[in-house]
């Protein structure tokens, strides 16, 4: 199974090219049983270093959420 995770404003743009992709390597490596799940995260859903991405507030660089 593969699992996407993304930021909708960031992950729409691509999405089609990205299921062309995977859907492709899909097809060459091992066609039977696959399931492909894209799923959009709100900032308050993904984090890094112990807090979530709306909470991140101390970095050097920006982060839109």
């Known amino acids: 199974m593969i699992v996407v995770y993304g930021i909708k404003?960031?992950?729409?743009?691509?999405?089609?090219?990205?299921?062309?992709?995977?859907?492709?390597?899909?097809?060459?490596?091992?066609?039977?049983?696959?399931?492909?799940?894209?799923?959009?995260?709100?900032p308050h859903c993904w984090g890094f270093r112990g807090i979530t991405g709306d909470e991140a507030n101390d970095l050097k660089y920006k982060v839109s959420v």
Do not use: R
Not at 20 to 40: L, N, R, Y
């Open 9 to 42: 404003e960031k992950l729409n743009p691509i999405k089609a090219k990205l299921s062309d992709v995977i859907h492709g390597c899909m097809q060459s490596a091992s066609p039977i049983d696959i399931e492909i799940t894209i799923k959009e995260q709100a």
